[in-house]
């Protein structure tokens, strides 16, 4: 029987690649993603170093919960794909496409660790950072829930509903998490930028953004092949308000952890208020990557910092679309 994009196979299936691949796009995301490998050890943090000494403590303490958030969501979002979305996956170029996302979350797990022991970091306290931070620990465990109820079988992805827990999944994952989250914790370190510290900690962190911005693609192509393959999924309002709705209440949780963190403070030169159009105009993207329509409507991304000649190469990357890919 021959399957979609997710489903049911055996092990002898699906392992011959073809001249003209079913789902061409990720070939496409399979080949960017191999000529986006970095590798840590090549960044020189030396003077990093010495600059994470002269932080104050409220940048020291941001520092510290930035860094620890990526080192405990790097093999997170591996395990999710690894344990949840690779076992469903069909098509090879895509699971080609996935495993060199998952090589990725190794090389970025390992540039944390890097920071951590170069830094010498409390590492107990760096992992435990999601753990002891209610808020930080909320945003892992809304991907952890929808994640454990698809694995080990528990979801049957040749039914409708075992498909719609799926694409869930990788919503969470890919979009909730690294396309917002991630995006909103990247913020913090390029605002770094504009106070001369940390510069290869920053190079290696525009680095990781690129990676992500490929990852999100992943997961944006995932959930539309899937939708347009079973568009029995987008006649259910309920599935499709649910999936918007789950967008905007991330947007809520990913704001009140930034209201806890610069309350009304600056820091790095950049303010809570800054952040929250940030992140609404992020939002707004994912929704329209989606097909949905914008909610928040903020005309421009607000961080003064990412209008910067060193930094325009990277807007793209923060305003992921298909069109804007074509030139990586
Ligand atoms: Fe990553
Ligand atoms: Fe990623």
């Known amino acids: 029987m021959s399957k979609g994009f997710i489903g049911k196979t055996s092990v002898r299936d699906n392992i011959r690649l ?7 796009v990720f070939k496409t995301l399979y080949t ?3 000529k986006a490998v970095w590798f840590p050890e090549e960044l020189n943090i030396q003077q990093d170093v010495l600059d994470y000494k002269s932080l104050t403590p409220t940048e020291k303490e941001l520092f510290d919960s930035a ?9 997170l979002v591996q395990n999710v794909l690894g344990n949840g979305f690779f076992p469903v996956l069909t098509d090879p170029y895509a ?11 190794d090389i970025h797990s390992d540039f944390f660790e890097i920071i951590i022991n170069s830094f010498d970091m409390d590492r107990k306290r760096v992992y435990d950072i999601t753990l002891e931070d209610k808020l ?17 079988g528990k979801a049957d992805p040749d039914t409708l509903e075992g498909k719609k827990q ?63 393959e079973n ?33 009304g403070t600056t820091i790095f030169g950049v303010s809570y208020k800054e952040l929250e159009q940030y992140m609404k105009y992020i939002a707004d993207r994912r929704l329209e990557e989606l097909g949905f329509d914008p909610q928040f409507n903020i005309p421009n991304n607000p961080l003064k910092f990412l209008q910067k000649e060193d930094v325009k190469k990277l807007t793209n990357f923060f305003e992921v679309s298909s069109t804007e890919y074509t030139n990586f």
């Open 67 to 75: 860094v620890g958030y990526f080192a405990s969501s790097e093999l």
């Open 18 to 24: 073809s001249e003209n691949p079913k789902y061409p």
């Open 166 to 228: 799926i694409l869930t999944s990788i919503l969470l994952n890919n979009i909730i998490q690294e396309g917002l989250f991630f995006y909103s914790a990247f913020a913090h370190f390029f605002a770094m930028k504009d106070t001369g510290k940390m510069k290869n900690v920053v190079s290696g962190v525009e680095l990781v953004l690129i990676d992500e911005s490929l990852h999100l693609q992943n997961g944006i192509e995932a959930i539309l092949t899937i939708i347009e």
């Open 136 to 152: 930080l620990q909320e945003k892992q465990e809304l991907i952890i829930r929808a994640v454990d109820r698809i694995t080990y």
């Open 95 to 105: 699971k080609m496409s996935f495993t060199a996302q998952m090589f990725m979350e």
């Open 231 to 263: 568009p029995q999924i987008v006649d259910d309002i309920n599935f499709v308000e649910n999936i918007r709705d789950t967008i905007i209440d991330a947007v809520e949780l990913e704001l009140n952890y930034l209201k806890t963190k610069f309350g």
């Open 32 to 34: 960017k993603q191999k």
